[in-house]
């Protein structure tokens, strides 16, 4: 399949949705210990009242998170 790089979507083998699940949590863990993701947050929680600069931080934040995802 074309994500089986990632381990994403590969349910081939009997440890496919294993391995899923374990790239999953690796990224997930490697995007919280990420101090731009800490500061990020941060910053989005000092500016909830702002509507316009909370939707600026969540789109770095997405595209933060599809530069991590092509890295692997």
Known sequence: MGFSKWGFMD?????????????????????LNSSWTVLT?????????NFDIMILHLL???????DIRLEY
């Open 11 to 31: 349910f081939d083998g009997p440890h496919g949705l294993l391995y899923t699940l374990k790239s999953l949590f690796d990224l997930s863990k490697s995007i």
């Open 41 to 49: 947050l941060v910053m989005t929680w000092k500016t909830f009242y």
């Open 60 to 66: 770095d934040l997405c595209f933060y998170l599809v």
